[in-house]
């Protein structure tokens, strides 16, 4: 089915990285990948099936990085893909856009200030609608067939990320899954959202900690008041087998607000990583990646996995529509 999945999207990038990417999964017996490059989407009807196409942009061509190898030169290329494919989208040129993993001390050494496609893409949207960017929340959501989870922090330090629970971070994030579910799902209802925790046992009433009672049941109470369905705090190590939905049984709920990264993407992705995909939650475009990260250890070998990418654009295309 990936070939009909894909059907209308593109590459934006250097066709000379892309053809070099292609002869790496070259097997015998199978059928090669050409690489097709266009100037325009005007120029992707006429692309042929079973083509890849490439969008070039001027800035990269000329510029083969090493395999698996951090680079400034890297850094600055993956953000100038995004940045095109964003800017793009924001117009309305494109309906989504479908990110690779990007490698973060790349980023660093590129002299880039943000820490992820996340922070990248939430300054660009504040840019493009002239507002600072914190008037334009942004969350994570990883899902799979069987658990979606949304976070209150990304990246930042777990110390930080303690520090970050607090009412208002929790009520918007509430905020911000309620309405991307709402648009992005086909519920005849409004989505069940389930809450965790942020200490064992979801603070065993006051035992093992108070923010369950002074911060997050209060923004919980806050988001039923106005008229979300949202139940908790539970337990952090059972909310998300309660929430897994699976051919034998539904989940109780359709996600899982979780408290901090590991906390929420970790069961997720012990689920298995060819199947999860990122999407970034409050943008005002279409945003997916694979869960999984660059992966340089198997740069340039043609062994990777390709499962997760096929579902972040599938993904994507669902939201989209």
């Known amino acids: 089915d990936a070939p009909q999945d894909l059907r209308g999207a593109f590459v934006v990038g250097d066709v000379a990285t892309l053809r070099r990417a292609a002869a790496c999964v070259e097997r015998p017996g199978l059928p090669s990948l050409p690489v097709a ?24 061509a000329g510029s083969l990085a090493p395999w698996g190898q951090v680079s400034a030169g890297a850094g600055r290329a993956a953000v100038a893909c995004v940045l095109w494919a964003a800017r793009a ?11 690779a993993p990007l490698h973060k ?55 930080d990320a303690i520090a970050a629970v607090t009412f208002d971070n929790v009520l918007q994030t509430l905020r911000i899954t309620h309405a991307a579910l709402s648009r992005g799902m086909s519920l005849s209802r409004r989505p069940r959202i389930g809450v965790a925790g942020l200490n064992p046992h979801a603070g065993e009433g006051g035992l093992f900690g ?33 929430a ?12 899982v607000v979780a408290m901090y990264h590991d906390q929420g993407l970790i069961p997720v992705k012990y689920l298995g990583v060819d199947k999860g995909v990122n999407v970034t939650l409050g943008l005002p475009l279409v945003r ?34």
Do not use: K, W
Request: glycine letters at 6%; charged letters at 25%.
């Open 37 to 60: 490059q266009i100037d325009g989407l005007q120029d992707l009807a006429r692309v042929p099936p079973r083509c890849l196409p490439v969008l070039q942009l001027p800035e990269l």
């Open 89 to 99: 989208a924001l117009r309305g040129e494109i309906a989504g856009l479908v990110t």
């Open 105 to 159: 001390e790349a980023l660093a050494a590129a002299g880039v200030d943000f820490p992820g496609h996340t922070e990248l893409l939430q300054a660009e949207a504040a840019r493009h609608a002239n507002v600072p960017m914190t008037q334009m929340p942004v969350r994570m959501m990883l899902a799979n067939d069987e658990l979606r989870t949304v976070l209150v922090s990304i990246h930042v330090s777990l110390r």
């Open 210 to 242: 108070r923010e369950e009672i002074e911060v997050i049941a209060p923004a919980i109470a806050q988001a039923r008041a106005e008229d979300l369905d949202v139940h908790g705090p539970y337990a952090p190590d059972t909310v998300f087998m309660r």
């Open 244 to 255: 897994r939905a699976t051919p034998e049984r539904p989940g109780e709920f359709d996600v």
């Open 288 to 321: 997916t990646s694979p869960d999984h990260g660059t992966a340089f250890d198997i740069a340039g070998q043609g062994v990777a996995d390709a499962s997760s990418l096929i579902e972040a654009v599938r993904m994507a295309r669902r939201l989209a529509g």
